[in-house]
């Protein structure tokens, strides 16, 4: 019902920004909520960042006070923007949705912070 593509990943500068997009196949105003996912090589996969009903935003506490989570409708495009990144940022992140009571996940993109 949903397909979502991720872009943005790659090489990232310590102290840099990353911008991670999530192109869905729905508009993404008719997501019930949106967010994002990364696993540190080794570890589980964690959420990180989520946008759910009455506009409640939610970040980890790794992502807090440095995340934003958006959306623009037109371009049915969801988007993570991580400011101050460091080698503990460096993961697969990935976008999900739930529509119509099912959740969907992109493929993934990977993001690489040097030490």
């Known amino acids: 019902q949903v397909q979502l593509v991720e872009s943005g990943g790659g090489l990232v500068q310590p102290g840099g920004s990353l911008r991670l997009s999530c192109t869905a196949s729905?508009?993404?105003?008719?997501?019930?909520?949106m967010g994002w996912y990364r696993q540190v090589l080794g570890n589980q996969r964690e959420m990180v960042a989520g946008?759910?009903?009455?506009?409640?935003?939610y970040y980890s506490d790794d992502l807090k006070g440095r995340a934003t989570i958006s959306r623009d409708n037109g371009k049915n495009t969801m988007y993570l923007q991580v400011d101050r990144m460091g080698s503990e940022d460096t993961a697969v992140y990935y976008c999900?949705?739930?529509?119509?009571?099912?959740?969907?996940w992109g493929q993934g993109t990977r993001v690489t912070v040097p030490s």
């Open positions: 729905e508009s993404v105003s008719a997501l019930d909520s």
């Open positions: 946008k759910f009903p009455g506009d409640v935003t």
């Open positions: 999900y949705a739930f529509y119509k009571g099912r959740k969907y």
